[in-house]
């Protein structure tokens, strides 16, 4: 068809490609076409089952190194060594497991919308068949209630109306018609002689013919977007995964090198190899993902907290480094309810307040609340609106019915009950544009009550009610307020009645003339209360807000100027297909607001986005949105209103459906990123120390200070019991009023850098300090080691409170984190216990410890917190003065 759609081709001429009429396919025929193209199922084949996601969690170039390490020691026969360190990465590898474990369902939720069964034409008989046997070309009924198994050109509707928000997003029912579209391009929600698979009919009948099945459907399509786009590392994993990379290659060579030189020297082969295995396991930070795992899984305990549920762990920190949140309309930014808030009517334009679809509000005249039952005009507008009307209350905020009738519903309640009883009803219906009912008065005579669309009504007006009497109507002033209103996003019906003698006892299309206009109904999907606060929340905190939406153009950026999202324009979906990606890069720029769009224009806006070195979030509820989810760093499906494909696609789930819910995760994802780089400045520097203890040794051609099963030891026992308690420190405060950092930021920044050498050889220092003054009191080796090992433990122990914050001076706050407390008195139970237990003492190399060798070691160990909170001083004084 080239670039013509289904929707522009006449239904006689989609016929005549398919070889059939309006009576369907012949059995024969269809059962060939089955066999030719085989049974329409839309693949649901999961792509990793929990094996290949648990073997996932050991590639890492440090997990790597440390199974490496394993290997060697259990070659040498240092059978406690090489256990403990299988045991850590054993351990690192099931805590990644359980938290990383996401679900691959989104494709096996697409099948649970294939319609189990259909009713086509078959030979002109009416026969139920199993969806999956449907061909194109066959003919399909439907009717209120069916949910459509197929992509399919309408050519016969009555009064047909079809729930298509798990494809646009947009929760009003469309009216559907079977008449040709013209226009060449046209988004899903202008298709309206289309019915969509997986769509809902909610009103009428209708007939089609299949013209697409399974995965050649817009619900197959968007299988295949989501089966084709990639699993997208976050920016934490690919800073981690850089800084790993750098780690292995810079451990690596630095053992080798030690033992070249050891070797060299003339140390025994066995020794010096082994002196080389300490110093990898001394300076690969085993414990340092397990810690960033309950960094992160803690952030997700406090985000459920906040209505936000993580289905992926490192979610968490793509949040907080999120530079733009691409939005849908509906429901995220608005209530998803219908709401009247202006009514005009004799010459009075009345302002509504409340929202939703709870009867309360008032209303105003120029900012002045008026009591509505005083205006006769405003009482019938009411009325019109309340008794023309097949919507229902059902309690606060519930409504049984369409939308748009909900909304008029709810505006007469806002001034109280109004009741006829229906004696007949004129349903609506697309062609002509109106609903009449007929009601009988308290004294028994008739009336008419009509609403529609103001062209419409206007057209069968010939008189307008003042609220005293009827007079001449003035058409052209009544068009020019509709215009108004429609230009601030509202859509706009008309009311009108006529009086009728009370014999009358049915009504028929042809009798709605001669009307009397009353007034006009303005409503909209109004932005949920928090929206605004919100979007200067984002504002501040230097992320941008586009909003992608399957609404009217017009709609979507009038929403958009009320709740402050920056934008010069909008553009349509028409629009961003006629652009290349260049074009439509430079509008991103500047456009924010994106309207009538497809699951590929969403998809592409995404792509390029992300090309231009953007970390994008992407919220959405519908199939539609499923695959720009998926795509994006951060996708964030509706929990209450969000199908099973979104959820199952996304990375994270809003509870409440509420845009704020979006901005307190981000404050809470960039609260885990500050304390995991926290984390880092502790364990590297106390790493590093580790590690150039064992190089010093072989360079200076002296014995160990510690061996292999202590520096394990430290590198386990230190990282959780100290490294841990680093993440329950209290946020801190204007983490929002920050920009988000720069997506090609080094997790290593240049103060980490200076901390890890200034802080490595400072421990360096003082572990060879104790060991020489033990060794030089005692010349005991065993000692000397102990002494060495507990120097460097309280060095991490005083270093620790220094990483309370990179910048800022701790003493102030040295007591305020009671984990912290309990993590160093849990660390010093420990060493006191491999110090002093005799059984300990074999396995560890440990011996017990005098007096003095503790007042030694604190008094050495505490230089490094006076020496670092300095360091802060100078920092401040040079930089930030």
């Known amino acids: ?181 013209k226009s060449g391009c046209v988004s899903y929600g202008d298709q309206k002689n289309m019915a969509f698979a997986g769509t809902l009919i909610t009103q009428g009948q209708g007939r089609g013919i299949v013209v697409a099945t399974a995965n050649d459907t817009q619900i197959g399509k968007i299988s295949e977007f989501i089966r084709e786009s990639k699993e997208i590392s976050t920016p934490l994993l690919r800073k981690m995964g850089r800084l790993s990379v750098i780690l292995s290659f810079v451990i690596v060579f630095i053992a080798a090198f030690t033992f070249i030189i050891g070797f060299l020297r003339g140390y025994d082969t066995g020794e010096i190899f082994m002196a080389s295995v300490s110093l990898a396991v001394a300076a690969i930070p085993e414990g340092l993902p397990a810690v960033i795992t309950i960094t992160t899984a803690i952030g997700v305990n406090r985000m459920a907290a906040r209505n936000t549920i993580i289905r992926t762990v490192p979610a968490v920190e793509t949040l907080g480094s999120a530079t733009v949140i691409c939005t849908d309309k509906t429901g995220t930014l608005t209530r998803n309810q219908m709401t009247v808030t202006q009514i005009y009517t004799a010459g009075k334009i009345y302002t509504l307040t409340g929202a939703g679809y709870s009867p309360e509000g008032d209303f105003l ?30 309690g606060t905020n519930n409504i049984d019915g369409d939308p748009t009738e909900g909304a008029l519903l709810v505006s007469g309640l806002k001034a109280g009950k109004f009741y006829l009883p229906r004696k007949d009803v004129v349903p609506f219906e697309p062609e002509q544009r109106f609903m009449a009912t007929l009601h009988e008065k308290e004294d028994g005579s008739k009336v008419i009550y009509v609403k529609g669309s103001p062209e419409k009504i206007l057209q069968m007006c010939t008189s307008q009610f003042d609220g005293h009497s009827v007079i001449p109507l003035d058409k052209e002033n009544i068009i020019q307020i509709a215009e108004q209103m429609a230009s601030e996003a509202l859509r706009v019906l008309a009311m009108a009645y006529k009086n009728v ?175 995991i780089q926290k984390i880092i400045l502790w364990t590297l520097p106390t790493n590093g120390g580790q590690g150039l203890s064992v190089v010093a040794a072989v360079l200076l051609g002296m014995t160990l200070p510690l061996v292999p099963l202590q520096i394990l030891w430290l590198n386990t026992v230190t990282a959780i019991g100290l490294g841990v308690p680093i993440t329950m420190e209290p946020k801190e405060r204007g983490i929002l009023k920050r920009p988000p950092r720069s997506p090609t930021e080094s997790i290593l920044i240049p103060l980490i850098k200076r901390r890890i050498v200034f802080v490595s050889l400072l421990i360096v220092a003082g572990a060879y300090l104790t060991f020489f003054l033990k060794m030089g009191r005692d010349g005991d080796l065993i000692a000397a080691r102990t002494v060495a090992l507990n120097t460097i433990v309280f060095f991490q122990i005083f270093y620790l409170f220094n990483s309370k914050s990179m910048y800022e001076y701790v003493y102030k706050d040295l007591l305020s984190n009671k984990y912290m407390l309990l993590g160093i008195g849990v660390v010093v139970l420990l060493q006191l216990l491999i110090t002093y237990n005799g059984a300990l003492n074999s396995v560890f190399s440990t011996a017990p410890l005098m007096l003095i060798d503790w007042l030694t070691i604190i008094m050495i160990s505490s230089t490094v917190f006076f020496l670092v909170e300095f360091e802060k001083y100078l920092y401040r004084k040079h930089y930030l003065s």
């Not at 054993?90 to 319609?115: P, R, T, W, Y």
Request: with cysteine; net charge negative.
């Open 365 to 394: 005249v120029d900012g002045v609340k008026v009591n509505p039952l005083e205006d006769k005009a405003l009482v019938e507008t009411l009325k019109a609106g309340v008794l023309c009307n097949d919507a229902s209350f059902k």
């Open 1 to 181: 068809m080239g670039e013509e759609k289904w929707c522009n081709i006449p239904a006689e001429d989609v016929f005549s490609l398919f070889d059939t009429d309006i009576n369907g396919l012949s059995n024969e025929e269809a059962s060939i076409r089955l066999a030719r193209d085989g049974y329409n199922e839309v693949s649901s084949k999961k792509e990793h089952g929990p094996i290949y996601r648990f073997l996932k969690q050991f590639a890492s170039p440090l997990i790597y190194l440390l199974l490496i390490a394993a290997v060697i020691t259990l070659f040498l026969e240092k059978y406690a060594d090489a256990v403990v360190i299988a045991l850590v990465v054993l351990a690192n590898a099931i805590i990644g497991f359980i938290q990383e474990g996401k679900a691959q369902n989104a494709l096996e939720s697409l099948s649970k919308l294939l319609v189990p069964e259909a009713r086509v034409l078959r030979d002109g008989v009416s026969m139920v068949v199993p969806s999956r046997e449907l061909v194109v070309g066959d003919v399909v009924l439907l009717e209120a209630g069916d949910r459509v198994p197929a992509d399919m050109r309408l050519f016969y509707v009555k009064n047909l109306r079809a729930d298509e928000s798990i494809l646009t997003g947009e929760s009003v029912p469309v009216e559907k018609s079977a008449d040709t579209i």
């Open 501 to 675: 003698p009370s014999d009358v006892t049915g009504i028929e299309a042809e009798d709605i003339v001669d009307l009397t206009f009353v007034g006009l109904q303005g409503m909209m999907d109004p932005p949920r209360d928090d929206v605004i606060d919100s979007i200067n929340k984002c504002k501040n905190a230097g992320i941008r807000v586009i909003m992608i939406t399957g609404d009217h153009l017009k709609t979507a950026y009038a929403i958009a100027k009320k709740i402050g999202i920056d934008t010069q324009g909008a553009l349509s979906g028409n629009d961003i297909g006629a652009m290349s990606d260049e074009h439509l890069s430079v509008e991103l720029d500047t456009v924010s607001v994106f309207a009538r769009t497809s699951p590929e224009d969403k998809l592409r806006i995404v792509k390029l986005l992300q090309k231009k070195g953007e970390i994008v979030a992407v919220t959405g509820d519908g199939i539609n949105d499923a695959p720009a989810l998926k795509t994006a760093d951060i996708g964030i499906a509706m929990g209450q209103t969000g199908t099973e494909v979104a959820k199952e696609a996304s990375d994270m789930v809003l509870a409440d459906d509420k845009f704020s819910s979006i901005v307190a995760a981000i404050e809470e994802g960039r609260d885990v990123y500050s304390k």
